[in-house]
């Protein structure tokens, strides 16, 4: 009774209520490919602070090959080129991530580096 309330309270509101398996790469799960790939862009601020380094993201890469919503930031550099690496990551496309030959969703990490030339 209660899933069913918590999903017409969702759907009202415009949010899937559908539920999808993540899995971790291992055991079957084959790793997504990426197809596409976004550099993350520097802000002035951090261009004029010589800011370096890199920004550990974690996401999901869904069964269409696209980054869902939720990208977490593992490791941060700069709260403005974090989110930089987040919206590039969010621009990437991937061959989807499988198991037993069928597309799936798979947990990633990923690693974007900031370098100033």
Same mark, same amino acid.
């Given at each position: 009774? =209660?899933?069913a309330?918590l999903?017409?309270?969702?759907?009202?509101?415009g949010v899937s %209520?559908?539920l999808?398996?993540?899995y971790?790469?291992?055991?079957?799960? *084959?790793?997504?490919? #990426?197809?596409?790939e976004?550099?993350p862009?520097y802000?002035? %601020?951090? =261009? /004029?602070?010589? #800011?370096?380094g890199s920004?550990?993201? =974690?996401?999901?890469?869904?069964?269409?090959?696209h #980054?869902? /919503?939720?990208?977490?930031?593992? *490791?941060s550099?700069?709260?403005?080129?974090?989110q930089q690496a987040?919206? &590039?990551?969010k621009?990437?496309?991937?061959?989807?991530g499988? =198991?037993d030959g069928?597309?799936? &969703?798979?947990r #990633?990490?990923?690693?974007l580096?900031?370098?100033? *030339?």
């Open positions: 009774m =209660r899933l309330l999903v017409v309270f969702l759907t009202a509101f %209520a559908t999808q398996q993540v971790e790469p291992g055991n079957g799960v *084959k790793m997504p490919i #990426i197809v596409k976004v550099k862009e802000t002035a %601020a951090a =261009r /004029d602070k010589k #800011i370096q920004v550990l993201l =974690r996401a999901v890469v869904l069964e269409n090959g #980054i869902g /919503d939720n990208v977490e930031v593992l *490791k550099l700069d709260a403005d080129l974090d987040v919206a &590039a990551l621009r990437w496309e991937f061959k989807p499988t =198991r069928k597309p799936v &969703a798979v #990633i990490s990923c690693e580096t900031f370098t100033l *030339k």
